[in-house]
Every structure is written in C-alpha cells, then in structure tokens.
C-alpha cells in the first residue's frame, strides 16, 4: 500500500531547517511554524520552500528598564523578526511585559 501525503516542505533562509508540515498551505496565508535558528540565534519563521525572502531581525533601539525582553544568543534585545517577501511582509513582534514589585 501507498500513501501519498499531501503538505508543505518548510525552510529557513538563513540556515539548514526542514521540515515537513502535512497540510497544504494556501497561497499568502502564513505558516505558523517556528524554529530556534542557528544563524539568527532567535526564534524564526519558516517559509514554504521556493518562496524568495529575507528573515531579519530587528534589534531593540530604546530604552530597556526592568521590562522582561526577548534577547537573541548574543545578549541583544529583540523587537522584532520580518519577513520581508516581493509581495509584502510578515513581521512577529516581541512585545515587552513589565513586572509587579510588591
């Protein structure tokens, strides 16, 4: 007996990530599907295989007082990670949090 499986190849365009998600995505709707990138050294968005794009992150530029953050494996502050496509653009955003001093 055959199976066919009917799905998605998804990879990271800044390292060596692939995977195989069984369900056929629909042109311009998002993955969901994330990955601890080596390269970037954040969590990063895969794309379907073929799609021509830049995955970037995006330091923080103001000030960090006691909010907790997302930081990348250099100690950084994150804001962001784009997706940056021709025909438009993605982009996760790391909102802060603050914390309660009782």
Same mark, same amino acid.
């Given at each position: #007996?055959?199976?066919?499986?009917?799905?998605?190849?998804?990879?990271? *365009?800044?390292?060596?990530?692939?995977?195989?998600?069984?369900?056929?995505?629909? *042109?311009?709707?998002?993955?969901?599907?994330? /990955?601890?990138?080596?390269?970037?050294?954040?969590?990063?968005?895969?794309?379907?295989?073929?799609?021509?794009?830049?995955?970037?992150?995006?330091?923080? =530029? =103001? &000030?960090?007082?006691?909010? /907790?953050?997302? &930081?990348?494996?250099?100690?950084? *502050?994150? #804001?962001?990670? %784009?997706?940056?496509?021709? =025909?438009?653009?993605?982009? %996760?955003?790391?909102? *802060?949090?603050?914390? +309660? +001093? %009782?």
């Amino acid at each position: #007996m055959t199976v066919l499986l009917d799905g998605t190849v998804l990879v990271c *365009p800044n390292c060596d990530t692939r995977t195989f998600k069984h369900v056929r995505l629909n *042109p311009g709707e998002g993955t969901a599907e994330f /990955h601890q990138c080596p390269a970037l050294g954040i969590l990063a968005p895969l794309v379907p295989e073929g799609t021509l794009c830049k995955v970037e992150k995006h330091e923080r =530029d =103001d &000030y960090v007082n006691g909010e /907790h953050l997302t &930081y990348d494996d250099a100690g950084r *502050p994150i #804001m962001s990670v %784009v997706t940056t496509r021709e =025909d438009g653009q993605d982009a %996760v955003v790391f909102a *802060p949090t603050a914390k +309660v +001093v %009782v």
